[in-house]
């Protein structure tokens, strides 16, 4: 490198060879000045720079590589805590804490019950709880489900009829859902049970559970929600006991509640003794039991098992019911407003029913019989037997039932009433009509067992004696139904056996329209000319004795017109047949185009806007369930089988649509407060296949007349041929279809006598009836369950609900029509709820 002179003075006039050297030394020369100046300038930075202070000074280190790298790692292993909490509190903490609650209870043998078992404070009871639940505890600790085991509380030590003490208990176990399949109740009552089971001997039910005596027939373990166990538990402030020590001493039960409580009361008996009930009047608002109700359990915990009454509506006559032991849970659920429950409760004696019984030897009724505890509400568990004798061998024992009537035990169970007569079983079932039952024996012995899983209605008949070689008079037809009726009853259009046993199979009458006779009940006021002079339509309004063939007014009066409601005529001298008469009649509104390819329902066509108003969609958790028809501003009509099942049932997964005519375009959608169905529906047989529906809130009458009720049937109501009937609904279009239409189908049928009706499918009940056409082509299906089969009076009359969509084999095949519920057999059990 040059000094300073080198570069400022360079040499002039110089040789070539010493020019070169000169440049090549410029170059030197350059480069070194270059280096020179960067070194100066930096030197003088350094000088001239401040260092960093306090966080300046923190950063610039941190920005130093080395020192990232650790920032790096440590905000990585912060955000991974953090997840890891998060996760742990809101999903692996809260899966661990998902309790599981068990209510159960077991009869401890050989072990003697002093009465300070029965407070929870005393020593006695803390000792002898503790024992069984450590005995408990360590059955479930030694199982299968032992890590999921929290702990056993016992509840109750009460005396048992049976001896020895009875124990109620809870159980806790603490289970993430991905294991919860391991506390089901089946397993965690099989647990308990193949402990017992292990030690029996000599076919004694008495086995021993860790050196305790357990009667495992006793055994019983339900699941049961957090709310039971928490509202019933040591800590819950409504809780009380109540004790009868005295057989036939009535203990006055009061609760009143205003502000809405959950409230258990814990009755007991004195040994040897069964509790009755007696509820004089429960004022509440009627839901379905989903916000008032009174629960009655056979034990002193709610245990669904043990279930013997639900009330879900208020009470104004006083009834009572029996529990099957000395000890009785009221479950009471009350929510805001003035509710009041008022009753008594006492210890009564077992019943021996037992009786010996000799009838008259005139046919005439000689006494009466009654289900054990009778006029009592019949507990799951109870029998009785009556051993009759007749004055001679060719006389018979004939029972007359009110209310019930007895068919022979198939490969289904008895569910309301087991019977065995001479060693044959039958099945008891609760109708709406009288029966009788005839016993081809002049010494019959019969035994009835109670076999319903809660308390069942009671039932009385009168009994008497019968010829078996003649059970009816000479002028007298013998029913499907053991009744007896007059000859001339037969095939007059009523149905006097109750069950149209004498008005199958009846040839078509003659008119006798010019002859002295009378004219056949059929063709008489039916609104139809069926004689040329008019003889079958005069005097209609004149009043005769009463049947269900003829109208009967509000003053009581009957007259012989059938159809005389809401025809535009004052019939009767009150004018009730006019009454109410603001129904079934629609205005169409407008036409809509047909979508292509949605004109059938079964060979349907679309419907148009206001045509039906009084047909409603019910969906079941916000999807098409059934159909169902609107009565009037608060009440709707449907089928009894939609709401059959437990989750069915629950009115708060229903909605009701009003006024639409395509799905998703309702006027009106109502939430549903209470489901009615009938009280003798039978699941098997759909017979009784009808229930009601309460609206929370009525319908406005501004969605006139897109919204309209249809008109309700009398009993008299007569479908002649000229009547035009219609089916609609939303349902599927055909047996095997995979789409349910988007507009409201209608297809008309033509209404099929019961004599057709049976010869398709059998003996159908007399509150069925058949519609359809023979081809088939026209016909319900799926999804229409619970819809209008509805009838127009001839000359443009009001529209009337004759069927409801019950059941039927298929959609739309030959000769197997659909089969309705009939409705104007339920017209005064309709009014009785809807009134």
Known sequence: MGTEHEENEPTKGDDPSQQDAVSIADVSVEVATVDHTLQKLRRMYRKTRRKPKGLQRLWVRLLNIPHLAVIIAAVVFVVVVIMWSLLWVFIFRRESNSGVYFAGMFRVANVEFIPEYRQAESLEFVSMANKIQHVVSNVYKMSSVARLYKQAVISDLSNNNKGGVLVHFWMVFVVPRLKSTAVCEECVGAIFKDSVHTSMKNRSSVGYLLGLPVDIDSILINAVQRSDY????????????????????????????????????????????????????????????????????????????????????????????????????????????????????????????????????????????????????????????????????????????????????????????????????????????????????????????????????????????????????ESHFLC??????????????????????????????????????????????????????????????????????????????????????????????????????VCGHPSVV??????????????????????????????????????????????????????????????????????????????HVAEIQRIVVHEYYNAYTFDYDIALLQLKKPWPPSLNPLVQPVCLPPTSHTVTQSHRCWVTGWGYRSEDDKVLPSVLQKAEVSIMSQTECKKSYGPVSPRMLCAGVSSGERDACRGDSGGPLTCQAPGGGRWFLIGIVSWGAGCGRPNLPGVYTRVNKFTSWIYSHIS
Not at 302 to 331: D, K, Q, W, Y
Request: glycine share 8%; charged share 20%; aromatic share 8%.
């Open 230 to 473: 928490s509202s019933n538990g040591a800590g819950s402030q409504c809780v009380d006991k109540l004790y009868a020590n005295l057989p036939g001493t009535s203990v006055p039960l009061n609760v009143f509640s205003s502000w809405g409580v959950t409230c258990h009361v814990k009755l007991t008996a004195v040994p040897g003794s069964l509790i009755r009930l007696t509820v004089s009047s429960f004022l509440i608002e009627p839901s379905d039991c989903v916000n008032d109700a009174l629960t009655v359990y056979d034990a002193l915990l709610p245990m669904r098992g043990r279930i013997l009454h639900r009330l879900c509506e208020p009470v104004s006559t006083s009834f009572s019911l029996v529990s099957t032991s000395n000890v009785m849970l009221l479950s009471f659920r009350m929510t805001n407003g003035n509710k009041v429950f008022r009753g008594h409760f006492e210890a009564i004696a077992e019943e021996i029913c037992l009786s010996q019984i000799e009838t008259q030897l005139k046919p005439d009724i000689s006494g009466q019989i009654y289900s054990p505890f009778y006029p009592s509400l019949s507990p799951p568990q109870c029998a009785c037997t009556w051993k009759f004798k007749t004055p001679g061998r060719n006389l018979g024992v004939a029972l007359h039932f009110q209310n019930y009537v007895l068919k022979p035990k198939n490969l289904k169970a008895c569910d309301q009433g087991w019977w065995r007569i001479n060693e044959i079983i039958f099945c008891g079932n609760y109708v709406g009509h009288q029966t009788t039952f005839r016993i081809s024996d002049h010494s019959p012995e019969v035994e009835f067992r109670c076999s319903s899983r809660n308390s069942a209605q009671p039932f009385q008949a009168s009994y008497s004696s019968y010829n078996i070689s003649q059970p009816c008079p």
């Open 590 to 667: 407008k036409k809509v185009v047909s979508p292509k390819g949605q004109e059938r329902i079964v060979g349907g066509d679309n419907s148009v806007e206001g045509e039906w108003p009084w047909q409603v969609s019910l969906h079941f958790s916000g999807n098409l369930y059934c159909g169902a028809s609107v009565l009037s501003s608060d009440w709707l009509i449907s089928a009894a089988h939609c709401f059959s099942k437990q989750r069915l049932s629950d009115p708060r997964f229903w909605s009701a649509h009003l006024g639409m005519l395509t799905q998703g375009s309702a006027k």
């Open 480 to 581: 499907s139904t053991g009744l007896c009726v007059e000859k001339s009853r037969r095939c007059d259009g009523l149905d006097d056996c109750q069950d149209e046993s004498d008005e199958v199979f009846c040839s078509r009458p003659t008119k006798n329209c010019g002859g002295k006779s009378p004219l056949h009940p059929l063709f008489v006021c039916n609104g139809e000319s069926d004689c040329n002079n008019g003889r079958d339509e005069i005097n209609c309004t004149q009043e005769t004795t009463c049947s269900a063939i003829r109208y009967q007014c509000n003053s009581g009066s009957c007259i012989l017109k059938k159809n005389a409601k809401c025809d535009g005529v004052y019939d009767c001298r009150d004018r009730s047949d006019e009454a109410d008469c």
